[in-house]
Nanobody
Framework: QLQLVESGGGLVQAGGSLRLSCAASGRTYGNSAMGWFRQPPGKGRQLVATLSLGGGSTHYADSMEDRFTISRDNAKSTVYLQMNKLKPEDTAVYYC???????????????????WGQGTQVTVSS
């Protein structure tokens, strides 16, 4: 069974940085797309960034690319989200998700993903 485990969340001051990790285990994930989503308090889950593990292409939600970077380490079956210049409005639970057999494409919608991690809390203080 595929499992995704996020780590790296925490409390940081505005302007600081965090790097989130999402480790996949249990199945081969090479031909997959992985995404990072976030859910701010009282709001719905929204896309942050997505990456095609097969092709390496990436996509970011509006206004995210300037401060966030999604990357991968296939040898470790891990995807990262580097977050810089954090703002209080970045406070949310961050989730990673995977879609198997993506054929080199990335996906931007929540229903596109089959498995999700448990989430990691990111809190940015002003």
């Amino acid at each position: 069974q595929l499992q995704l485990v996020e780590s790296g969340g925490g409390l940081v001051q505005a302007g600081g940085s965090l790097r989130l990790s999402c480790a996949a285990s249990g199945r081969t994930y090479g031909n997959s797309a992985m995404g990072w989503f976030r859910q701010p308090p009282g709001k719905g889950r929204q896309l942050v960034a997505t990456l095609s593990l097969g092709g390496g292409s990436t996509h970011y939600a509006d206004s995210m690319e300037d401060r966030f970077t999604i990357s991968r380490d296939n040898a470790k079956s891990t995807v990262y989200l580097q977050m810089n210049k954090l703002k209080p409005e970045d406070t949310a639970v961050y989730y990673c998700a995977i879609r198997l057999n993506s054929d080199g494409a990335y996906y931007t919608g929540r229903p596109d993903y089959q498995d999700w991690g448990q989430g990691t809390q990111v809190t940015v203080s002003s």
